[in-house]
């Protein structure tokens, strides 16, 4: 939600647009300034993420131009890309249940529980079809992760990248 603010400043009218959270706070402090981890973690996790995505989508295309299944490099990235997953979403989950929330709760876990699953369903796909089209499950799988990690950043307010 966007509330319009009018500065007077030198006989000139500035107006100002000013992004506020759903509990009324100014979206630059809805976070508590004393909590030191919760945003930084959130924020250079879902950087790492991104990479990571960005990475398994690009050794799985390389491996599925080579007309190839998924090479185990894939695989073990992917099992380390989830288990940042899950850091992640464990530390999303305690910080909302301190206190703190993105703009729309019930989106952000709705894209937080599809994070979660989307690699290992990739994965599983690409198991059960071990040639080129399994390489570009993991493909697709690498760019929707790393499409929703964006998402999920702009939600809670972290600046992406």
Do not use: M
């Given at each position: 939600m966007f509330v319009q603010s009018n500065f007077v400043q030198?006989?000139?009218?500035?107006?100002?647009?000013?992004?506020?959270?759903?509990?009324?706070?100014?979206?630059?402090?809805a976070a508590d300034p004393t909590d030191p981890i919760a945003p930084?973690?959130?924020?250079?996790?879902?950087?790492?993420?991104?990479?990571?995505?960005?990475?398994?989508?690009?050794?799985?295309?390389?491996s599925a131009l080579r007309r190839r299944g998924p090479f185990v490099l894939v695989v073990a990235a992917a099992v380390l890309t989830e288990v940042m997953i899950l850091v992640q979403a464990v530390v999303a989950v305690a910080v909302s249940v301190n206190g703190q929330s993105a703009d729309e709760p019930g989106l952000f876990f709705a894209y937080l529980v599809a994070?979660?699953?989307?690699?290992?369903?990739?994965?599983?796909?690409?198991?059960?079809?071990?040639?080129?089209?399994?390489?570009?499950?993991?493909?697709?799988?690498?760019?929707?992760?790393?499409?929703?990690?964006?998402r999920l950043q702009q939600l809670?307010?972290?600046?992406?990248?």
């Open positions: 030198s006989n000139k009218v500035t107006c100002a647009y000013q992004r506020i959270s759903p509990n009324g706070q100014d979206w630059a402090h930084q973690v959130i924020g250079w996790l879902g950087t790492a993420l991104i990479v990571a995505a960005l990475l398994i989508a690009g050794l799985a295309g390389i994070v979660v699953l989307i690699l290992p369903a990739a994965l599983l796909l690409a198991r059960a079809e071990r040639n080129q089209f399994g390489s570009l499950v993991i493909v697709v799988g690498g760019l929707v992760l790393a499409v929703l990690v964006v809670w307010g972290v600046p992406v990248g």
